[in-house]
């Protein structure tokens, strides 16, 4: 059977919140002054915007595009070519592609961007339904995608494309109304500021002065300064702890001084003791998929297929489906999640065909089920559910009066008046009904509740009647409580007649309790 999605809406009265919407609010008062420790960095409220935005692209761009090859993690490359960690693989491909002499810097030169067109990304990832880009200003090769003040012609202005990456990609994409963020390496494979066993492993450090203060801070604040990111994605928590790195001391003055203070949003990479412990959203490891409502907002960060930058031993057999994507989304969001979905562009700056298809499929079916996604919460009764009819639910909520704000659909049909402090709650079906009936057990219904199809034309009704799930049988009632069985219409006419996407459709339920 292909994968269907199925959106119910249901009216709900909100009681208590849950974990991520308790840490998700506005920030504490104009005269807080955060101090450089765990206590008080943490203690500084995540700017809701971020919540309420839940899908975005991260890109992974820079002179290992030029390469592009490995067989796991091709912006990995500089390393494998120092350690052999991947079996001498790497080495072997370079020496016999470049020569021995062939240095990873020289790859420099080579990193043009001849056809890049910041404006066309943009509009794809506008496109694609994310509310926010992610994008690489310096991975751990030390490459610089601006003009660094730490980076003599190892940067994009004075060397291989000649461009202001950083600052011309910011422009393009607030230009579409997406928020703009940038990752950023802690260290650097190669520098001699930052010494490295490359037959053992790390060494005990304690000569990390110089790097921390010429480039980790100096680069950090210039992005800071110079491009105002909306996310700053720090990464790389295996060397250095946030004593050494003085990355502590960074957000207490991104927190207080900085012209982001207000709606910066940072992620959990800030030393080797803070990964899924201190810092804004926790991203735990990478592919971080738990399965359950988290105490602390989280993100999966994911890659297509399995390299993050674009790798040319990757074949379309690698690369997840929309359908598989768009699963791996809801499920994130109904447990307090979002989802910051990886590009990798080739060194020419093509986003490859495969890869934007992917992403404009994700972008229809956000297009009608959105309103299911953006500035949802996860409902604090139920997240999932398998129903009777052999269906995986997961449930998202959100107030009325945001709904009507973030769903055409609705708006549409109720009017810009809805002022009401109730809950719509959300259940995300991930195949359709085989018998043509859906009994959902945990969504509340009364005698008045109606049913309507969302689709690309509008609102289509559909029959629904209150029902109990007791024992694996479901028994219809008159009176009020939980539980509604749906009438649906068949597949063929969701998919030709509404004009639905091929694994997304959603229920409007009105009326409800």
């Not at 995540?46 to 390469?67: M, N, Q, R």
């Not at 060397?239 to 991104?254: H, M, Y």
């Not at 219809?476 to 004009?499: F, H, Q, Y």
Request: proline letters at 5%; one cysteine or more; glycine letters at 8%.
């Amino acid at each position: 059977m292909e994968l269907f999605t199925l959106v119910l809406v249901a009216v709900v009265l909100w009681g208590q919140t849950t974990p991520v919407e308790a840490l998700v609010k506005q920030r504490k008062s104009e005269d807080t002054i955060y101090q450089p420790t765990w206590e008080s960095l943490d203690s500084r409220p995540l700017p809701t915007w971020y919540d309420e935005a839940k899908f975005g692209i991260f890109i992974h761009w820079g002179i290992f595009s030029v390469p592009s090859w490995s067989h796991q993690a091709a912006e990995w490359y500089i390393q494998y070519l120092l350690t052999g960690d991947d079996h001498n693989a790497t080495r072997e491909f370079h020496y016999s592609t470049y020569g021995p002499d062939f240095k990873y810097a020289d790859f420099g030169p080579m990193f043009k961007a001849e056809l890049w067109d910041p404006e066309a990304w943009a509009q794809l990832f506008s496109d694609a339904g994310a509310k926010f880009v992610l994008f690489t200003s310096k991975h751990c090769d030390g490459w610089a995608n601006w003009k660094s003040p730490a980076k003599w012609n190892y940067n994009s202005v004075d060397n291989g494309p000649h461009r202001d990456l950083v600052g011309e990609l910011t422009n393009a994409t607030r230009a579409q109304g997406l928020r703009m963020g940038l990752y950023y390496c802690n260290i650097e494979w190669g520098n001699p500021l930052l010494p490295w066993d490359y037959m053992h492993g790390p060494v005990p450090y304690s000569g990390q002065e110089q790097y921390v203060e010429q480039v980790f801070l100096t680069e950090l604040k210039d992005i800071t300064v110079k491009y105002k990111p909306d996310i700053i994605n720090g990464d790389y928590c295996v060397l250095l702890n946030s004593s050494q790195l003085r990355s502590r001391e960074f957000l207490a003055w991104l927190y207080n001084e900085s012209p982001v203070k207000d709606d910066v949003i940072v992620d959990d990479r800030w030393g080797t003791d803070a990964r899924c412990a201190h810092g804004g959203y926790w991203t735990c490891h990478d592919r971080f998929q738990p399965g359950t409502l988290q105490p602390h907002k989280w993100t999966d960060e994911m890659t297509m297929a399995t390299s993050w930058g674009f790798d040319r031993l990757e074949t379309v057999n690698d690369y997840k489906s929309a359908e598989e994507m768009v699963s791996i989304l809801i499920s994130n969001v109904a447990y307090g999640g979002n989802l910051i979905l990886n590009i990798g562009p080739t060194a020419d700056g093509r986003i490859i065909p495969l890869m934007a298809e992917r992403l404009l499929q994700i972008g229809s079916w956000l297009k009608i089920n959105g309103g299911a996604i953006y500035a949802s919460q996860p409902w604090k009764t139920k997240q999932s559910e398998n129903t009777t009819d052999g269906v995986l639910v997961y449930y998202t909520a959100k107030t009325a009066s945001d709904k009507v704000k973030n769903d055409i659909h609705y708006k549409s049909h109720v009017g810009d008046g809805d002022t009401a402090t109730t809950m719509n709650l959300y259940a995300i079906l991930m195949s359709w009904p085989e018998e043509g009936k859906l009994t959902l057990s945990a969504p509340p219904c009364s005698s008045t509740t109606t049913a309507s199809l969302l689709t690309a034309k509008g609102l289509v009704k559909l029959d629904a009647i209150c029902a109990t799930v007791m024992g694996g049988r479901v028994n219809t009632r008159a009176s009020d409580g939980n539980g509604v069985t749906i009438t649906m219409p068949s597949a063929t006419m969701a998919l030709d007649k509404a004009r639905l996407v091929p694994y997304a459709f959603t229920i409007l339920m009105e009326n409800s309790i």
